[in-house]
């Protein structure tokens, strides 16, 4: 087909964009922030999600089916090695950092556990889920402050977050205190 030729008589003008087919991580993100209920929330952080897991090399993929496994089997350390694993084959792919990062709190190195999330950010800084493993990482470290930033942007990104009254109310003393 020549590549300067129009859209096909009756079709959309848009219909050979990609984006109007498979939409980018950072638009399904953009359109997250605007949801306006639960379950559409749900369904395009599945399809982020998916988006994110596309590009992983079968190994890795295996690598990080086998760290979720030990954490299920209560082996964390396993888990870290199987994720550190995964990074050398595929260190450019965010969510191996934000899974490491889930490792390292199981087996109790928060301080490790926030490295990962600084590095996961730093690829997608609109990453919910990394952003809400911060928040309960921040928490178990006792950097309450902390936790309540990382939960600000929970909120400014995913609108319809369970619960989210009480649990910005319940930061917000463990950050600041009892108001006077």
């Known amino acids: 087909m020549d590549q300067h ?7 959309s003008p848009h219909a050979g964009r990609r984006d109007a087919a498979a939409p ?3 638009e399904l993100e953009t359109e997250l ?19 994110r897991m596309k590009d992983l090399a079968p190994t890795t993929s ?5 760290a979720q496994d030990d954490l299920d089997a209560q082996r964390p350390l396993d888990a870290v090695q199987d994720m550190d694993d995964a990074l050398l084959l595929q260190p450019d792919m965010e969510v191996l950092w934000r899974n490491r990062a889930q490792a390292r709190l199981a087996a109790a190195n928060p301080d490790g556990a926030v490295a990962d999330l600084g ?34 942007h929970v909120l400014q ?19 600041f205190g009892q108001p006077t």
């Open 62 to 66: 295996l690598l990080l089916r086998r």
């Open 33 to 51: 922030s605007h949801a306006a209920t639960v379950n559409g929330a749900h369904d395009l952080m599945g399809r982020i999600e998916q988006l």
């Open 119 to 152: 590095v996961a950010l730093h690829h997608d800084g609109r990453d919910l889920t990394a952003w809400k493993i911060l928040v309960n990482v921040e928490g178990v470290r006792g950097d309450w402050q902390a936790a309540w930033k990382a939960w600000q």
């Open 157 to 175: 990104l995913d609108p319809t977050t369970p619960d989210a009254a009480h649990e910005t109310e319940r930061l917000r003393l463990k950050a």
């Open 24 to 26: 980018t991580i950072a």
């Open 5 to 11: 030729a129009g859209p096909p008589a009756g079709g």
